[in-house]
């Protein structure tokens, strides 16, 4: 149970931190462009 919690709150961080990359990335290519 624990384990499992674990990874799903990994996974959401993971999740969180690519959707903010790519937020940056959309905005640096709009921004600049």
Known sequence: ???T???T???K??????ARGV???MC???CFS
Do not use: G, S, Y
Request: proline share 0%; net charge negative; charged share 50%.
């Open 28 to 30: 640096r290519t709009h």
């Open 23 to 25: 937020e940056d990335e």
């Open 9 to 11: 709150f990994r996974i």
């Open 1 to 3: 149970m624990r384990l």
């Open 13 to 18: 961080r993971d999740a969180e931190d690519w």
């Open 5 to 7: 919690a674990t990874k």
